[in-house]
């Protein structure tokens, strides 16, 4: 092989090994530094809004690139504890949580603020004599909620003329924001309609098997006098409605079905007319809480409260506008 046709040969070569590894070797990508350490205790995995709402903290942490350290506490209050003294001794930037109940926070908040951390609630809230032992509230208007299912009831009657109004309530967990909350905004709403009675409200603790025992319970003590389910979330009701049709009732039809979320499974059976409303709660709440924990890191000042603005789904629209939910 002649000295130029060997020079040609080479740069061939040289050229598919270009080829081959796609140009120039490039220096190996630097790991992006994360922005800050954020602890986050989440309640568990009770709800198809629960599960969205960790999905969305975990995406918007990596769009953030925020490193997210989140433990699920598989509703137990002690492990949320457990699991803030861990952020604790690791020193985390900022802490998060969802408490799963109002009450007994205080000890845990004072050694996260004894050791100048900075704690964020996400969703829920808690309840404290003391001060500042957390910065801002991240979470829907609860008692919003609340009003805005028994303003579509009182439509619903309205537009039926019934003169009585009997109601039925599967309550989310005892002594939660969310229980606590749409109980208080649903009764106060009602409070001035002498047509709407309540027969009995039992804890379903957001579970959708709860919701079916609930449901049987209330059946069997109350049958055919329920006209309205007001539920506090959507596995619930998902839980209670098989109930009610083995009982013989058509929900949605005979028996005026109320529930709180927003999810996608509550919207199909919506669209099938076996639920009449869905007030939303959206579980998409990632965004705030990076940007509230990036601007604590700043030292930056930070609302004390951000609720996300929420809709009514309901038989009074054309269901199938809906757009899909994502959770
Ligand atoms: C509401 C959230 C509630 C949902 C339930 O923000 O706390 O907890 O309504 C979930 O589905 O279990």
Redesign the pocket.
């Known amino acids: 092989m002649g000295k130029w046709s060997k020079k040609i040969c080479r740069c061939l070569c040289f050229l598919l090994i270009i080829i081959m590894t796609g140009g120039c070797t490039k220096p190996a990508e630097q790991p992006i530094e994360p922005k800050l350490l954020l602890g986050f205790s989440q309640?568990g995995a009770?709800?198809?809004?629960?599960i969205g709402?960790t999905r969305d903290i975990e995406e918007q942490a990596e769009k953030y690139v925020v490193s997210l350290m989140l433990e699920n506490a598989n509703q137990k209050q002690e492990n949320q504890i457990a699991a803030i003294r861990r952020f604790i001794a690791y020193k985390v930037d900022v802490i998060a949580f969802?408490p799963i109940v109002e009450d007994g926070w205080d000890n845990v908040l004072m050694e996260a603020k004894n050791a100048g951390i900075p704690v964020i609630l996400v969703?829920?809230d808690i309840s404290t004599e003391k001060e500042g032992l957390t910065t801002c509230l991240i979470?829907?208007d609860?008692y919003r909620e609340g009003v805005m299912a028994a303003e579509y009831l009182i439509r619903k009657a309205d537009s039926l003329s019934m003169e009585h109004v009997n109601v039925v309530e599967i309550t989310?967990?005892e002594n939660?924001?969310?229980m606590r909350q749409r109980q208080a905004g649903f009764m106060d709403t009602i409070a001035n309609d002498p047509r709407i009675n309540v027969l009995e409200s039992i804890d379903g603790d957001?579970l959708k098997s709860r919701g079916a025992e609930c449901m049987r319970q209330l059946l069997e003590t109350y049958g055919d006098e329920i006209d309205v389910v007001f539920s506090?979330?959507?596995?619930m009701t998902l839980g209670a409605l098989p109930e009610i049709e083995k009982a013989g009732f058509y929900p949605g039809e005979n028996m005026i079905i109320i529930s709180?979320?927003g999810?996608q499974k509550a919207i199909d059976v919506l669209k099938k007319g076996k639920i009449n409303c869905v007030v939303e709660?959206t579980?998409k709440l990632g965004k705030e809480l990076m940007e509230t924990a990036l601007k604590l890191k700043a030292g930056e000042s930070v609302d004390a409260v951000i609720h996300p603005t929420e809709q009514v789904f309901s038989d009074e629209q054309d269901p199938s506008t809906i757009e899909p939910r994502g959770y």
């Open positions: 309640i009770e709800s198809a809004w629960r709402n969802s969703d829920r979470g829907a609860f989310g967990t939660s924001t969310p957001f506090h979330n959507d596995e709180i979320d999810g709660c579980p």
